[in-house]
Every structure is written in C-alpha cells, then in structure tokens.
C-alpha cells in the first residue's frame, strides 16, 4: 500500500472525522473564553427577557385570575424561546466569526469536511447555550421560583425539539451567508424572529386567523409551545405534539443541510467563497 | 505552450495538472482555457497584472471555485469533485486570508495540526515554531502581531502538515528584507529537502528569479508565456524579470490605448 493511499484512509477514518470536529470546537471555545463582554452578551437578552415576561407574570396574577392560574406559563414560554434564538444565533455567529477573522478561506482549503463544520457549530450552539440559559434558569427560580425543570420530561422533548429547529435555521442562514456573503449577514441574525409570531409563543394556535393556522402548524416550534401551555394551564403532557414536532424537524433538518449543501456548491460556481465580503 | 513533466510522488500522479481551464463570471472570462502541468518539487510562479486570472487559477486548483469548463487536478484528483482526497497533502498561506485574531500563535497552530491530521502536534507546533523564529511569539494573541509576524506564522500554518503541494500567495509580503530572505532559503530548503512542489503568486520579481523554475505568466486569462526566468528574460532581451513584467504589462495598457 503506498503510503498516499494509507494517508488518505487515516484521513478519511471516523477518528480523523472527530479529530477535527474536535479542533473546530476548541477553536470556538477559545473564542467564547477569551473575551468576557462576548461572555456577557450571551447572558444579557435572556437575562432582560426574562425578568421583564417575569414581572410582567407577577403583576398580572394580581390582577387577573387567568394569570393566577397560569403562573409560569410567559416566563416558561420567553426560556423556551431563548432556547431556539440563542441556538440558532450560536450557530450562526459562530460561522460568521470565520468571515469577521478573514479565516473562512484557510478551513475551506483545509481537510475539513462541510458535515464536520456542520457538526462543530451544532457542538458550540450547545455550548453556547448552556453559557446564556443556565443562569438565566436560575435566576427565574431564584426570582420568580419558576423551576424550568420541574417539566420534567417534557422539559427535555421542548428542549430537543427546539434545538434542532435551531440547527436547520442556522444551516438554511449560513448557507445564505456563504453564497452571498456578508451582505446577507443580516438574514443571519433575524430569520428566526419571523417564527415569533408565527409559533404562537405567547398565545394559542386558535388566536391566528384561520387561513394562518396551517402555516403555524407546520413549524415544530408551535407544538413546543401549545405542549407547554397545555402542561401549565392542564397538567397534561402531549406526546403526540412532540412526536409530529420531531417528525418535522427531521424534515426540517434534512431541507437545512441539503440548502446549505447548495449553497456551498453555489458560492464555489460564483466564486464567492474566494471573494467572501459585502 | 503546454509542458508535461511526469510526477514521481507516491500517487504516481503529478502534484498539479491544469486542462483546458475555463472559468466565466458572467460576461467575464477570468481564465481562458489554460493547460499547464507541474512536476515534483518545482517551483513555479504565476504572474500577471491585476485581473490576470492568477487568483481564480490558483483558488481552482484549490477546489474553492469550480470550473466552466475543463479540469484542475492535483495528485489526480478532480479538484471540483475529489478534493477531499488530497487536501491533506496540500496547504496554502496567504497575507490576504488571516487566522483567528483573537487566538493565541499556539491556539491557532494547534487547531490547524488537528484539521490537518498531524501526528504529535504540540511537537510539530514546537517545530515549526523553532524553524520559523515564532516560539516566542507562540503564547501571543495573532491579532496583535505585526504584519511580517502575522506573514510567519501564516507561513507555518502552511507548512504544518509537511505539503507535497504548497501555494503562496505573496509568501514574503511585508516582510523586512532580511526576514524575507530568510524567508526564501527556507521555502528553498523545504521544497528541496521534501521534494515539495511549489506555486507561488508574486508581484516580487526579485522573489521570482531567486525561487522560481518556471514562470507561467498570464494575461487576461491566458498564458502567454511558459518558460524558465532566464529564457523569459533572453527572450524578451531585458536584464530581470521585473523589465519583461513591465514590457509585457505596458504592451497590454498600449494595445488597450490603441483598441479605445
């Protein structure tokens, strides 16, 4: 065996895959770790958020009987959203931090594989994550005595169905951003904001005009959101929602990568990823 | 103008093979059907004025633009289909492509090992850091390096992973002339000692005469001169390089002139 062929089996073998899944994360964690503002930053919207759907909570359950009741369900409903746009901002900036370091063309031309970049940003949206919504949760307890985790199980369906809606949010934003550079960074930055009203965060499926329902519908956030409602306000849990959420997601995700596929193919026609700018 | 010089690397395929190369933009043809092959262990510079077709070759036969029409191959690899077959037995630096600023020398080099498969990495790290006179600089932010600094340690993430093919683009750009004599010997040395092939983008014609055995010199896309630097030089009855550049270069502003 010659030895350019034994180096690429050594290259192509699952250790040398995580190897550089590994090296891709570390790259980001000393990113995360080296600058304390950009620590900060994680923490602060949710932070604001919370205690602004907090108090907001407290006031009302003065004054309303529903939101007596219903304790919970806004600050629950703003974690559960900070949970899609943080990950999905994770993962997006991320990848824009190889555009914004001028790096983007050195992991190109490196060994590295798209489904391995891929899989490094899914690895730090997680990290990132953990950084902003742990003290976050903590502090709505602390605050509000709001126990994120006294969902329990269902806490880990929200959970895992709005992480992987993230992740095909961000594939679908880098792709856009690779093919048409930082001009389109924008798009980065707020394609999750137009889910806001349409998966019904902070009210139910039937308050949308019925033409909007189906729309609704067809996005996992919107089951994630209903099933907390429904173990708030009822006590149930709605393991149907969270399987058709998933089921959706799956497809979701595959659409994502196979746009950023695309997209990457495309900005290597177009000559963008060589001329990555505005 | 096509020259065809056998590889004897391990693949038995040469490091760099270009075909009928073609790459349109719209309404401009960037590069206009060129061929041209390299051999093991040589050194080549692609030259040509702003526009030439110099980036767009070199980022084809690094597989990040896909080609019109034709091939680029490297160690027999379709560069549009099969690059990641030989990635690792290649690399590239550039002034114009920079590392992560906030990353320390070392975090940088580390990171880049790890992608590149390199066995011991903090030992080839300590290496190449000796080699290019980066050890104390290893535990330094990159972002706050000067520009000859930067210009090394981009040096030393392209020779981490010991590339059978190496392309430079501007290798000894703002560096004082002792470091980028320095500089040249060792780029020299590497491509001797590893029989490493060599493609360099330059704009240095100094560089150029010092390094390069082949100059392939473009204009508007096509290659209109393949030969050695001193057959160039005899050819166009100048003294160095950089007067049959500015010859070549002033001939084309001319004929513009005359074609407007």
Known sequence: MSRAVSRLREQTSLAASASRVWAMVLRYWYVIRSSWPRTAELVYWPLVQMLMWGFLQSYLAQTTSFAAKAAGLFIGAVLLWDILVRSQLGFAVAFLEEIWSRNLGHLMMSPLRPSELVAALIAVSLIKLMVAMVPVALLAYLFFGFNVLSLGFAFAAFFANLVIMSWSLGLISTGVVLRWGLGAESFAWLIVFVFLPLCCVYYPVATLPVWLQPVALALPPTYVFEGLRAIVLDGTFLGTYMLAALALNLVYFVLGFAAFAYLLHSARVNGTLVQMGE | ?260
């Open chain 2, 1 to 260: 103008m096509q020259k065809l010089i056998p590889g004897t690397n391990g693949s038995g395929q040469p490091p760099a093979e270009v075909r009928d190369l073609r790459k349109v933009y719209g309404e401009v043809t960037a590069v206009d059907g060129i061929s041209f092959t390299l051999g093991d262990g040589s050194i080549t510079a692609l030259l040509g004025g702003n526009g030439a077709g110099k980036t767009t070759t070199i980022s084809m036969l690094m597989g990040l633009v896909i080609p019109t029409s034709g091939e680029a191959r490297v160690f027999g690899a379709d560069m549009a289909r099969e690059r990641h077959n030989v990635l690792h037995r290649m690399n590239f630096g550039s002034p114009y492509v920079d590392v992560p600023m906030r990353l320390t020398v070392r975090q940088n080099l580390e990171i880049f090992a790890r992608l590149y498969g390199v066995r011991d990495l903090k030992g080839r790290v300590a290496e190449i850091a000796a080699d290019l006179r980066l050890t104390d600089l290893l535990d330094r932010r990159y972002g706050k390096l000067s520009a000859g600094q930067k210009t090394r340690v981009s040096l030393a993430k392209a020779l981490l992973n010991e590339p059978e093919l190496l392309l430079l683009d501007e290798p000894t750009a703002s560096l004082d002339p002792d470091t980028a004599d320095w500089v040249r010997s060792k780029l020299e040395s590497y491509c001797r000692e590893q029989r490493a092939t060599l493609v360099l983008a330059s704009h240095n014609m100094a560089e150029v005469e010092r390094l390069a055995t082949r100059v392939i010199m473009l204009e508007n896309g096509r290659i209109i001169a393949d030969e050695t630097p001193a057959e160039l030089i005899k050819r166009f009855g100048r003294d160095t390089l950089e007067e049959v550049f500015l010859a070549i270069a002033r001939r084309g502003s001319e004929d513009t002139e005359m074609g407007s």
